[in-house]
C-alpha cells in the first residue's frame, strides 16, 4: 500500500486511520522511524521488548 500524507508545523504527519487499525497503533503508542536509502519506514513494534529496545532503556 501506498499513502501519501501532508507534513504539517514541527514536521508532523497524521498515519491514515486504516493503517493505524491494521497495525495496532493508538495515541500513546512508540513507532520506529528508519531512514536509509533516501526513503523513511515506520516500524510498529509487536511487542513491548521491540519498542523498548533490549539495549537496557527503562520505560518510564
Same mark, same amino acid.
Given at each position: 500500500m501506498r499513502y501519501r500524507v501532508k507534513v504539517h508545523k514541527k514536521g508532523l504527519i497524521v498515519i491514515p486511520a486504516e493503517v493505524r487499525r491494521m497495525l495496532g497503533i493508538q495515541e500513546g503508542s512508540?513507532? $520506529? /522511524?528508519?531512514?536509509e536509502g533516501? $526513503?523513511? @519506514? /515506520?516500524?510498529?513494534? @509487536?511487542? /513491548?521488548l521491540d519498542a523498548f529496545g533490549a539495549d537496557g532503556e527503562k520505560a518510564v
Amino acid at each position: 500500500m501506498r499513502y501519501r500524507v501532508k507534513v504539517h508545523k514541527k514536521g508532523l504527519i497524521v498515519i491514515p486511520a486504516e493503517v493505524r487499525r491494521m497495525l495496532g497503533i493508538q495515541e500513546g503508542s512508540y513507532i $520506529e /522511524l528508519i531512514v536509509e536509502g533516501g $526513503e523513511v @519506514k /515506520l516500524i510498529a513494534p @509487536k511487542s /513491548l521488548l521491540d519498542a523498548f529496545g533490549a539495549d537496557g532503556e527503562k520505560a518510564v
